[in-house]
């Protein structure tokens, strides 16, 4: 029953205002009252003899009660809502500042899925379930005051429905770890189910051209669905059974105060009609908490699943304090970026080292157009996550001159950096720009040759639906707005045509240069190596001469 703490736990540690939470507690207690007082009205009403007066005064008190409850039920439902959207929206901003704060390579490991999956499916999970939670509170409490009028009719009755009561409660919790451990399982299962999924859309086209290799991927896909339903049908179905036996434990209460206790206590047929009112209103509320224990598992794993991706990605953090970060003076007049015996390397999960880029030992001037060489898996864009700092060496260490790249100094050297990776992700806003002239946009949209193809509204570009060579000329467009020191090329003149290819080598590189820009460009294109200041080969993640 612990497992039922962590949904009411969140909300108590992500709501600063106590006295919110308070409150609605006991307006919740008193929306149990006010219904159970309807009940104890027309079970007056309905056996009082006398007419007038009496009746007049009964339904005064039905209204006064009816609309009683009307006010705290709106109340409680419209403060849950902004309540539970509230700390959604608290947790949402707090994981994604988590996110912007992991060290890459970390963020790497963990992967997008799980991120994605928690975020929205548990979060989602938890605001659909909010209000069920306060409904199923309200619903315990009626059985309790309801419980409190069996036992003032009949103190049989009520022994006989507490019976019936711990029954159902038992039975649950002999139910509940391993229905608990099979919600955990499907849960698990859902994000490997949403892998395979982003597998199918990500590599859309590489399934399309091949059909065995489409077949594989949805074999695979299906099976993991229908892992995820044989543990979600493990779960819910003791769910439905702990709902049938606690309305059958209850009808069987029923029948007995109907056709067994007139028999054997003489004055029981004064209660009998009234005590069986009692226990029918008492169905509703606890069908309803049973019927509800399977969302409140859900939410609660959503909680425990929350909070463990935070654990992660605190585990993940680059340890970076923005607030004491240090601006390296002068930095984009800077005469030189020195690596030293730098190495990094990648390792499995046991810590295993796998492949290994180093040691480099290089100097970059500012101002040079380097051109880097090599084949794939060679080294060439760890290289460049090392140069533009979001891998940290393992051993070795990058200066700016004369100023080391650590902790203090790494966001201050990072923003001489404007960088297209390979797989690089467009904007549709040009996000961290302000005051951007939109004629200059639409001036390098023209120098893009993409003017036909999107534009920009002031806010944001109209149209991102492009092919990969003008997408990467997009994202130079906004490299050019940034106007950074260093800019870094990699493989984009790759998915050119042959005119705006001859156009990257020959007039931008060289203007970029004019500009007192350095540019470091990953290519392959042989052809144009003599626009280059300095070209460098990686093999097997290391610098290499270069082949005569």
């Known amino acids: 029953m612990s497992n039922y703490i962590r949904f009411i736990e969140m909300f108590r540690r992500e709501t600063a205002d106590a006295a919110t939470g308070i409150r609605?507690?006991?307006?919740?207690?008193?929306?149990?009252?006010?219904?159970?007082?309807?009940?104890?009205?027309?079970?007056?009403?309905?056996?009082?003899?006398?007419?007038?007066?009496?009746?007049f005064r009964y339904f005064g008190l039905f209204v006064v009660a009816i609309l009683l409850f009307?006010?705290?039920?709106?109340?409680?439902?419209?403060?849950?809502?902004?309540?539970?959207?509230?700390?959604?929206?608290?947790?949402?901003?707090?994981?994604?500042?988590?996110?912007?704060?992991?060290?890459?390579?970390?963020?790497?490991?963990?992967?997008?899925?799980?991120?994605?999956?928690?975020?929205?499916?548990?979060?989602a999970t938890i605001t659909q379930t909010s209000p069920v939670i306060m409904n199923a509170l309200q619903s315990g409490l009626m059985v309790v005051l309801s419980m409190i009028y069996?036992?003032?009719?009949?103190?049989?009755?009520?022994?006989?429905?507490?019976?019936?009561?711990?029954?159902?409660?038992?039975?649950?919790?002999?139910?509940?770890r391993e229905i608990s451990g099979n919600m955990r399982e499907a849960a698990r299962r859902e994000v490997h189910l949403f892998d395979s999924l982003t597998h199918i859309l990500d590599g859309f086209k590489e399934i399309?051209?091949?059909?065995?290799?489409?077949?594989?991927?949805?074999?695979?896909l299906n099976s993991i669905s229908?892992?995820?339903?044989?543990?979600?049908?493990?779960?819910?179905i003791p769910y439905a059974n702990n709902y049938i036996y606690s309305v059958v434990f209850f009808y069987l209460l029923i029948a007995v105060i109907i056709f067994v206790l007139p028999n054997l206590i003489e004055t029981f047929n004064d209660v009998v009609v009234k005590l069986t009112t009692a226990i029918l209103f008492i169905v509703g509320p606890l069908s309803n908490v049973v019927n509800m224990i399977s969302l409140l598992s859900q939410s609660n794993i959503a909680v425990e699943n929350i909070y463990n991706l935070e654990e992660v990605l605190d585990d993940a953090n680059d340890g970076i304090n923005p607030n004491l970060q240090q601006i390296i003076p002068n930095h984009e007049s800077f005469g030189k970026i020195r690596f030293d015996s730098v190495y990094?390397?990648?390792?499995?999960?046991?810590?295993?080292?796998?492949?290994?880029?180093?040691?480099?030992?290089?100097?970059?001037?500012?101002?040079?157009?380097l051109?880097?060489?090599?084949?794939?898996?060679?080294?060439?864009?760890?290289?460049?996550?090392?140069?533009?700092?979001?891998?940290?060496?393992?051993?070795?260490?990058?200066?700016?001159?004369?100023?080391?790249?650590?902790?203090?100094?790494?966001?201050?050297?990072?923003?001489?950096?404007?960088?297209?990776?390979?797989?690089?992700?467009?904007?549709?806003?040009?996000?961290?720009l302000n005051d951007i002239d939109p004629d200059r946009v639409h001036e390098l949209l023209q120098v893009m040759e993409l003017e036909s193809?999107?534009?920009?509204?002031?806010?944001?570009?109209?149209?991102?639906?492009?092919?990969?060579?003008?997408?990467?000329?997009?994202?130079?467009?906004?490299?050019?707005?940034?106007?950074?020191?260093?800019?870094?090329?990699?493989e984009w003149a790759a998915d050119q045509d042959p005119h705006f290819r001859t156009y990257f080598y020959n007039t931008l590189l060289p203007d970029l240069q004019k500009r007192g820009k350095t540019v470091i460009v990953v290519t392959h294109d042989d052809r144009y190596f003599a626009t280059a200041d300095r070209i460098l080969k990686m093999d097997m993640g290391k610098f290499v001469p270069m082949d005569v």
């Open 24 to 55: 609605l507690l006991v307006v919740t207690f008193l929306a149990g009252v006010f219904n159970v007082a309807l009940l104890v009205i027309i079970n007056s009403a309905a056996h009082d003899t006398s007419y007038g007066s009496a009746n």
């Open 70 to 123: 009307i006010l705290s039920q709106k109340y409680i439902l419209s403060k849950i809502t902004v309540l539970t959207e509230t700390v959604i929206d608290q947790v949402r901003t707090r994981i994604a500042d988590k996110v912007r704060s992991c060290d890459y390579y970390k963020l790497e490991q963990i992967g997008h899925s799980d991120i994605y999956s928690k975020i929205t499916k548990d979060t």
């Open 150 to 176: 069996v036992a003032v009719l009949s103190t049989t009755a009520f022994w006989l429905a507490m019976i019936s009561i711990a029954i159902s409660v038992v039975y649950f919790i002999i139910n509940d």
């Open 208 to 220: 399309k051209v091949n059909q065995e290799k489409s077949e594989s991927v949805a074999n695979h």
């Open 226 to 236: 229908s892992s995820v339903r044989e543990s979600k049908i493990k779960a819910l």
């Open 344 to 369: 990094f390397d990648y390792r499995d999960e046991q810590g295993t080292p796998q492949f290994r880029v180093g040691p480099i030992d290089l100097e970059l001037k500012n101002g040079e157009v």
């Open 371 to 432: 051109f880097i060489v090599g084949g794939n898996g060679s080294g060439k864009s760890t290289f460049l996550k090392l140069l533009t700092a979001l891998y940290h060496p393992r051993q070795g260490s990058i200066w700016l001159d004369n100023t080391p790249i650590q902790r203090e100094t790494i966001q201050s050297y990072r923003e001489l950096f404007s960088i297209i990776f390979s797989d690089f992700h467009l904007f549709d806003k040009l996000y961290g």
């Open 453 to 490: 193809k999107t534009s920009y509204d002031g806010e944001r570009f109209t149209n991102l639906n492009l092919s990969t060579g003008q997408r990467k000329r997009l994202a130079l467009l906004v490299t050019y707005l940034e106007d950074k020191q260093v800019y870094v090329f990699d």
